[in-house]
Nanobody
Framework: QVQLVESGGGLVQPGGSLRLSCAAS????????LGWFRQAPGKEREGVSY????????GYADSVKGRFTISRDNAKNTVYLQMNSLKPEDTAVYYC???????????????WGQGTLVTVSS
């Protein structure tokens, strides 16, 4: 059974940091572009970041550029999202995804993770 499982979410104060992890089972991530999406309360899901199959190309939403960093470790079948300088606006459920193309277009998502909640509050 193919699965992506996120972990690392939780409560953090504004200005703090968290690192999210997403591990795959039932398939290998090396053949996929990987991405992170998020959905804030009462809002539509939006793309956050993506990384190419080799890790050499990355893309970020303007709202997180300079604060978030995506990375992958194909040997561990895992993708990460390092989140620094967190703001209350970053509060959301974060989803990892395996995509068929280097984009944050949901049409190209092949596998979704179940989501992990990040709450940024003092």
């Amino acid at each position: 059974q193919v699965q992506l499982v996120e972990s690392g979410g939780g409560l953090v104060q504004p200005g703090g940091s968290l690192r999210l992890s997403c591990a795959a089972s039932g398939f290998t991530l090396r053949y996929y572009v990987l991405g992170w999406f998020r959905q804030a309360p009462g809002k539509e899901r939006e793309g956050v970041s993506y990384i190419s199959v080799s890790g050499g190309i990355t893309g970020y939403a303007d709202s997180v550029k300079g604060r978030f960093t995506i990375s992958r470790d194909n040997a561990k079948n895992t993708v990460y999202l390092q989140m620094n300088s967190l703001k209350p606006e970053d509060t959301a459920v974060y989803y990892c995804a395996a995509l068929s193309r280097p984009s944050l277009v949901e049409e190209y998502v092949e596998v979704w993770g179940q989501g992990t909640l990040v709450t940024v509050s003092s």
